[in-house]
C-alpha cells in the first residue's frame, strides 16, 4: 500500500508546489477566518515567496492571493496534491 | 409627513468595489456619522433617481465576527443596535473570485432577509460572464452583473432593487446542515435575546452565528451573558465537534456546486503578477518603495506649503478687513485674534489631511498599500505595530493630525490606538523651527567647532524621535494596549487604476470630517490660548507709581514716537502684558517643576506658548523678551537675546546643556492642542488624548531631566 504523503506545515511546504489543505491549528478565531476565505480540508493551495525577507508569506487559493506570516502558516497542515494524485 | 424612503445595505468583502458600487450608485457623499461606539464610517446617502437610500456597510469577509468593528456588519443588517432595519441588503461579489466572494450572501440568505446579488468587476472578465441564473438558483436572490468602474449594468441594477424592494420577504435558505450543527443551534437559539430576532430564521441563524464568533477572549459588544453561557455549553457538548469545520464547509458545499455549475472563469492577473515581481522584489521592490515614500514624505513635507500660504494671505486679508471696518475694542480682539485665529488654526490643517488622503487613496484603490503593509510587517511587528501603521508612521514626519486620522486604514482598534499614541512623537514640522532656534542660538557653527555640530544635532533629532517612538510603542503595546494577538492576514488585490472620484470623495470626506469635529474643539481651544495669553490686563500705570522698566516704556508710549523706538517700546510693553497675563503667570508658577529641567518661568511662558502648536514657542519667546512677535527662528535679534540672558549670579541662563534639554523636552512632550483634539475625535472620547498628554509630558519631563542633571553631573556648565 502506498504510503500516504506526509504532512507539512505550510511554512515547510515548498514554494509553488500543488498542495492539499488536511486541517487548521491554532485560536478559533483564527481557524474560522481562514476556513471561511475558502481554505477547507481538501482545498487545492499553494505557496509563494513574496516578502523580500521571506516573512509574510503568500498563498493562493481559490483565485485569491493572502498574505500571511510564518508563525501562522506553520498552523496550516497541507499534504502534497501531486502525491496524493499518484497514489 | 410621507414615510421615510426604504433603506438598502451595501455589503461585501474588501476588495470587490463596494464602495465604488455605492459611490455610483448615489448622486452625493450623503450623511456620514459613526456607528456607535466604534470610529467607523457610517455612510449614507439616496439612490440615484430616488426611491431608497443607501448604506455603505464596513467591509467584511464574514457576519461572524470576533471585534465590535466586525460586529457592524450583522449589527446593521439586522439592526441590533437600535438602528434601523435595512429592506434590502445588496451583497457585492467579485466576478472574478467567485464563488468565494459568495460567502456573505450565503450568510445573509441563511437569516431569511431580502437580497440581491451584485457580480461587480464585469470589466475585469476575460472569458463569457458567469451565468446570474445559476447563482440567482442557488441562492434564491436575483443577481446583476455591473461594473461600478465602468457603469455597465447599473440601470438594470436599479430597476432589479426597485422591483426587489417592492417584492419583499423570500424565505431563508435552508442548507442541510449535519446533525451536530442542528443540535447545537438548537441549543444556543433560545438564549438569543428576543429582541434582536424578527422570525424563526433569525432566531436560528443568530444562534449559529453566536456559536461561531463567541469565545473566551472576543471583543464583541453587548452580548447578554445567558447567550455566552449557552454558547460555552454547546460548544462543550461532545457531540458538537468541530462546529466551525462543519458550519463553514457545508456553506462551500452550496457554493461549489456552483462554482461546479459555472465553469472556471478567465481573468486577467497576469499584470498584477508581473507587477509584483517588481514591486515586490528584494532590490527593485525595496528601490520602489523608497521612491514612494519619499515622494508622499516629501509631498507633505512642503506640497501643502503653497496652500497653508494663500490660506495666512487670506485669512491676513480678512482680519485687515475687519481691523478696518470695526472699531478697536475687546470683542474686536476676540473676533479677530481669537476666533479669526482659531478658524485659521483649524484650516491650516486641511491641505495636509487633503494631501495626505489623495496619498492614501491611490495607493489603496492601486493595490499597492497591501503591499506597503506586507513590506513593512517584519519592521513595524516588532515592537508590535501593524504593517499598516507605516504610512501613518511616515505622515507624523510631516504632521501628527493628518497621520492620526490616517491610522483609519487599520480595521482593528488596538492597532489604531497604538498608533494613535506613538505618531505624535515623531518629528513633526512643527518642532523644525524649535529646534533651529535653539541649535542655531545655543551650538557653534561648522566654521567654529571644526565639524558640523548643528547638522549633526537636527539628524540626530530625527533618529531620537523614532527611536522614541518604536521604543514607546513596544512598552504601550506590552502593557496599556496589551491584547490577544490577532494573526496578520491581508489580501494582496490585483492592481488597478484608482479611481478618481473615489478618492477624491474620501479627501473630502476626511476633510469635512475633520473640520467638522476636530475644528470645533481646535476653536475653543484656540479661544481659551488666546485669552490666557490675554487676561487679566496689565492695568495702566498710574503717574504716581515707582517707575520700573517696563512703566517707564508705557509712559513713554503716549508722547510722539517713530521708527524703531516706537516699535521697541511697544514690544517692551506688550512684553510686560504678557508677563501680567494668566499665561505668565502659570510660567511662574511653573517654575519649580521645570527649573530641575534647566527652564526659567521665560521658557515656562514658551512651553504654555506652544501648546497652541510648537512653533508658536518661537514667537512667544519673541514677545517674553521684548522683541516682538514677528520674529522667527533665523531671528538674530531673537538668538542674540537668548544667548545674552543672565541668571541673577550672572551665569548664563542657556547653555548648551540647557539647549539640549529644551530639545528633548520638545521631541517628546504633548505640545499641540490639534493632535489631542483629533485622537479625541478619532477615538471618541477623552480618555486617550488625556493619556497621550500624560504620558508624554511625564516622558518629557523624565528624559529632560535626565539630560540636564545628568549633565551637570558630568560637569556640564548647566
Redesign the interface.
Known sequence: MPATPALLDLDQAPNGAELLVEDIL?????????????L??GTPISKAQ????G??I?LRV????????RA?ARLIQVRSATAQAAR | MSAPLPLVAILGNPNTGKTSLFNALSGNLGRVGNYPGVTVDRREALLRGGGARLLDVPGCYSLASRSAEEQIAVSSLLGLQGEERPSLVLIVADATQLPRTLYLAVQVRELGLPALIVLNMADELDGPPPDPAVIAAALDAPVVLVSARTGAGLDQLRTKLRAELARGARAPLALPWPASVQAAVAAVAPAVPAAWTRSEAERQGLAMWALLSIDENDELEGIPQELRTAVRAARAAPASGDLERDVIVTRYDRLDAVAAALGQAQTRRLWTERIDAVLLHPIAGSLVFLVVMGVVFQALFSGADPFVGLLEQAMGAVAAGLEGALPPSLLTDLLIEGLLGGVGNVLVFVPQIALLFLFIGVLEGSGYLARVALLMDRVMRSVGLHGRAFVPMLSGFACAVPAVMATRTMERKRDRLLTMMVVPLMTCSARLPVYTLIIGALFPPTEEAGWPVQGTLMVGMYAFSVLMALVSAAVLGRTVLRGPSVPFLIELPPYRWPQPRGVLRMVRLRAQTFVKDAGSVILVLSVLMWALLRFPERPLPEPTATPTENTAAEATLDAPLDGAGAQATQAASRAADLEYSAAGRLGKWIEPAIAPLGFDWRMGIGLIGAFAAREVFVSTMGLVYGIGEDVDEESLALRDRIRAERRPDGQPVYTPLAGMSLLVFFALAAQCMSTLAVVKRETGGYRWPAFLFTYMTALAWICSFIVYQGGRALGFAG
Open positions: 491554532g485560536e478559533r478565531s483564527f481557524r474560522r477566518r481562514l476556513m471561511e476565505l475558502g477547507l480540508p513574496v516578502a523580500p525577507t516573512d509574510p503568500e481559490r483565485g485569491a492571493r493572502l498574505s500571511i506570516r501562522e
